[in-house]
């Protein structure tokens, strides 16, 4: 029995585009393979929410499997078909009622059996179907170039993951989609990457943000404080008098430029002063005649 791709995703068959993205999602996760290493059972699943999720989250696809179910691939050469016969373009297998229907059923089979079988003894060539699939890194991972293998339709399919791939992009690896009808060539993957947040860093692009904390006595006469990035340990020299909100550009240690060697952005620091909490008496007796001696009182 052909696959009922709305039942795999489990929505009616008029869900809106966010519907389907939706379910698509919550499925993947529950069943990918990275998750589910040794259950078969998840891999299946995963392959049909795959499928099933390449045909209706393009609108064009979408309308071709609801007129022509199983056999939307082929519904160009179909209305051709039916074209060069005089018959209608439009309509397919979900058809309904009476006898009209039943004759329109076998034509359809009977046109559908010719394109496989070919005429005049040739078969005709069709291009395999485009499988999608997910690639789930962190922050710290997609920092550098690495190798990964994703297990695609029971395939395992090792890729270069270049660094700087951003959350939600998309790459085509051509030819490791489905196989070909009749000689056609294989269709292509395309991996969507989700790359998660840093609890630190914020990545906007190129560039990164996050925030450090100076003490009052630092920002008031000044020193030094490390800060650590994803590529190591700075020293960050903190003028005197600083004031809370102060930012920083440090030049080249942002993220790495997505297929550009040797290319960073930038790494902006914003500097958040603490204010001293829960004072003594004797503290605040200072702080009235010398506000620093708050953070170096006297013995």
């Known amino acids: 029995m ?12 008029t869900a809106t ?5 939706a379910a698509y999602r919550k499925l993947a996760r529950k069943y990918h393979p990275d998750l589910n290493p040794n259950d078969k059972e998840a891999k299946v699943k995963f392959q049909a929410i795959n499928e099933a999720n390449e045909v209706l989250s393009d609108p064009e696809s979408r309308k071709k499997y609801d007129a022509y179910g199983e056999h939307w691939k082929h519904a160009e050469q179909f209305q051709q078909a039916k074209r060069e016969q005089g018959g209608p373009s439009q309509g397919g297998a979900n058809t309904s009622g009476g006898a ?33 699939s997910e690639l789930y890194l962190d922050t710290v991972s997609a920092y550098r170039t690495q190798q990964q293998t994703l297990t695609v339709n029971g395939k395992a399919i090792r890729i270069t993951v270049p ?19 009749n000689g056609g060539p294989a269709g292509n993957l395309y991996i969507t ?9 914020k990545r906007v692009g190129k560039d990164l943000f996050t925030a450090i904390e100076l003490d009052l006595y630092t920002a008031l006469l000044g020193g030094e404080v490390m800060l650590g990035t994803l590529d190591g340990t700075v020293k960050l020299k903190v003028p005197a ?14 993220y790495p430029v997505y297929k550009q060697e040797g290319q960073f952005g930038d790494l902006f620091v914003t500097y958040t002063v603490k204010l001293p909490t829960s004072l003594t008496e004797r503290e605040r007796s200072f702080s009235r005649s010398c506000p620093l001696c708050v953070q170096n009182p006297e013995p």
Request: glycine share 18%; hydrophobic share 30%; charged share 30%.
């Open 241 to 254: 008098e600083t004031a809370n909100g102060t930012k920083v550009k440090l030049k080249g240690k942002g």
């Open 100 to 132: 009209r229907a039943g004759s329109q059923a076998e034509d359809y089979e009977d046109l559908f059996g010719n394109l496989f079988g070919g005429r005049d003894g040739q078969r005709v060539k069709f291009r395999g179907q485009d499988y999608q």
């Open 17 to 21: 585009s966010d519907a389907i993205k």
């Open 193 to 201: 990457f989700v790359v998660a947040d840093h609890p630190r860093f």
């Open 2 to 13: 052909p696959t009922d791709h709305y039942k795999v995703l489990g929505i009616d068959r």
């Open 163 to 181: 660094a700087g791939v951003e959350n939600g992009q998309t790459i085509r690896i051509s030819g490791q989609g489905g196989p070909g009808m």
